[in-house]
């Protein structure tokens, strides 16, 4: 999956367009809005399809609330109330940064940064909530139950971290997330997961993807698993209404055999179902409206097992896809010419499907902040059988770029007018084509070994694996075969996309991390110990530099096609770690070079973006689909409105997607 980065969009020249693109700004976020282009062209059958699958998205909200902290539904319905219902003063500095608060947990599904995973302060005292409480009419009974959520609220030391990282820690009893019970440790987890995998299976399940794991009174282990009429239940019980009622709009029966069997494995939980699943839906590339909805990616898990719950609905932008259909027509040319040993590239590359897509809305996981492209599905064995199907999303690219251009990033942090001129020229396209290579070609390269367990990376497999593709998306954008298929214009376009990607991960995406911590996330690590990697082993020949000019720090890349080379090499290297399974090669790689802040560059980094007046984080308000209807009830259309605010969408979903009980 790829993430949208901070300082990464290109620095375009202005281009007219009133589409409202950027909206309400608080603490470290900036609210977007995206435009659905080419709805109105849809056939009546497409627009319902639409609408029902984005219902079935809306309706799983809650359970991504609960998979990240168990206290989150029931923190988030006391705030709302207070929000909603209080009487008091609402111009005091207490209530402004309740309301902060407020938005930020609706922006995170709960208490813990989305991105840092580290639990939000509050800047209000406990003495004004318990007052705000009152104020609000909730019930002295109400109240008193509600003490238990103060010290989650209040107390540094409780639940600090939703997924913990650090090397040498119980990963499992430091984080807050929800998937895995109380008192159960990262040992037992391992050992649990451990002893049921069979010694030989060429098709394993990823086991322990739907499930909580719990300890009973006695200590036994036993999983909780995430179906209908069982946990999560109530949920997914409205996804599958919503699905039955999207069926009879599918374009084609392929289609509704993968909403079949999509619902097949809701009511059951069997893996097995959702590896047949995963295989019907990367083989549909026919239709034009196309959808995620379900357990798939496992960031959130400290272990890197469980999956989060998330949806999108798209369809196909035509005219945009043709790009990566040139990439997944030439797949097998990518992974014979890859630097990679021989031993672990796929002979014989199967189902590469890529397309650009419209989102059409954003649900769990992917909402309100969103991935830029996704490649799933996520089973090495289904990726080396079958195949991957590959996406990126155009309309959210576009919105990124749009918001960021005239930010003064570009001026700020890039070396020279030079530089940035061709960031300026280049850089949107060259970021595009990362973000094609990355998730068509990136994710779906290279091959296990016989005998390697996929997860035997543990906490370092999501890094390693999203470094992987990232390199596998450096090393070829620069390469000239993309420009043989037209695809870049000419020979110098992917040294903007170096020069952005060397500038992030060495320092424009610390503006994401606080002043004394390390770097928890996934995708920030695997940038930051390519960076790092390449400034250290190009230090010899002052290949990529960090310099001073004028008492700011800046990248100086003096060779690229050196750089390449070393991308290259890491490349290699990441590609044996994953291929071969070598989990202290994976921490060595990852602790070195992917963690570790250096202090007084991440000072000045954070001073010289603190006056540019800009939020590190983006996230999107979805828009509002209404159906019309006939006298019989039947839809004769779907409208399309952007106007709904931030909190009224939050206040909406919560009312209307209120589908699970509080303590789950």
Partial sequence: MMIATAGAASQALAQEDTFPYNNEQFADIQML??????????????????????????????????QNGRY????????????TDFKGD??????????????????????????????????????????????????????????????????PSVMPMRTNQKDGEDLVLT??????????????????????????????????????????????????VWREHGLYGQAITKIIENLQQARPYCDTEKQQRVIDKLIEYYRTGDLRTFDEYSILWLKDTEDLVDFVNGFTETYGDPLGMKASWESIVNFKDLEATKRTEKLSQNAQWFEDHSPVDPRFKK?????????????????GDLYPSTAIGINLPNSDWVRRDYGSKSVTIGNLTDAYNKSARGSGMGKEFVIDKAT?????????????????????????????????????????????????????????????????????????????????????????QLVRIKPGQNIEEAHMRNRSFIAHWALEHGK????????????????????????????????????????????????????????????????????????????????????????????????????????????EQMLRYSRDYNNLPAIN
């Fill in 347 to 363: 002979e014989n590359v199967k189902g590469i499907s890529a397309k650009v897509i419209t989102a059409a809305i954003l649900g």
């Fill in 420 to 508: 940035l001129e061709l960031i300026e020229k280049y850089g949107d396209l060259c970021d595009d084509l990362h973000t094609d290579l990355h998730e068509c070609l990136g994710h779906g390269s290279g091959k296990l070994l016989p005998g390697t367990d996929p997860d035997s990376l543990k906490a370092y497999g999501a890094a390693i694996e999203e470094g992987r593709a990232d390199l596998f998306g450096l090393y070829y954008v620069a390469d000239p075969k993309l420009v043989e298929l037209g695809l870049t214009p000419n020979a110098e376009a992917y040294k903007s996309q170096y020069y952005t990607y060397m500038q992030n991960g060495l320092l424009t």
């Fill in 90 to 155: 609402r111009t005091t500095a207490d209530y402004k940064a309740f309301e902060v608060y407020l938005k930020r947990t609706w922006f995170s599904s709960g208490i813990h940064h989305h991105y840092g995973s580290e639990k939000f302060q509050p800047a209000f005292s406990q003495a004004w909530l318990r007052e705000a409480e009152r104020s609000a009419g909730i019930s002295a009974a109400q109240m008193q139950a509600n003490e238990e959520l103060f010290p989650v609220i209040f107390d």
């Fill in 72 to 83: 989150n539904l029931r923190i988030r319905r006391m705030l709302e109330t207070i929000y």
């Fill in 540 to 647: 010899k020949d002052k290949v990529v530099e960090l310099v001073k000019k004028k008492g700011k720090t800046f990248v100086k890349i003096n060779d690229y096609e050196a750089l390449r080379g070393l991308f290259g090499q890491l490349l290699a290297e990441v590609q044996r770690i994953k291929s071969e399974g070598d989990y202290a090669a994976a921490r060595n790689l990852v602790e070195t070079y992917g963690v570790k802040v250096d202090p007084e560059i991440h000072r000045e980094v954070l001073e010289r973006y603190e006056r540019l007046n800009l939020s590190p984080y983006k996230g999107f308000i979805n828009p509002v689909y209404i159906p019309v209807r006939d006298a019989q009830g039947r839809i004769t259309d779907v409208k399309i409105d952007y106007t709904e605010g931030y909190a």
């Fill in 33 to 66: 809005r995206f435009k659905v282009e080419g709805f109105d062209d849809l056939t009546l059958r497409q627009k319902t399809l639409v609408y029902y699958l984005s219902e079935a998205a809306l309706q799983g909200r809650d359970i991504l609330w609960d």
């Fill in 175 to 224: 984080s807050a997330g929800n998937y895995y019970g109380p008192g159960v440790t990262q040992a037992e987890a391992e050992e649990f997961y451990a002893q049921r995998k069979p010694a030989s299976d060429p098709r394993p399940i990823m086991m322990g993807y739907n499930s909580r794991l719990v300890k009973d009174e006695d200590g036994v282990l036993r999983e909780e």
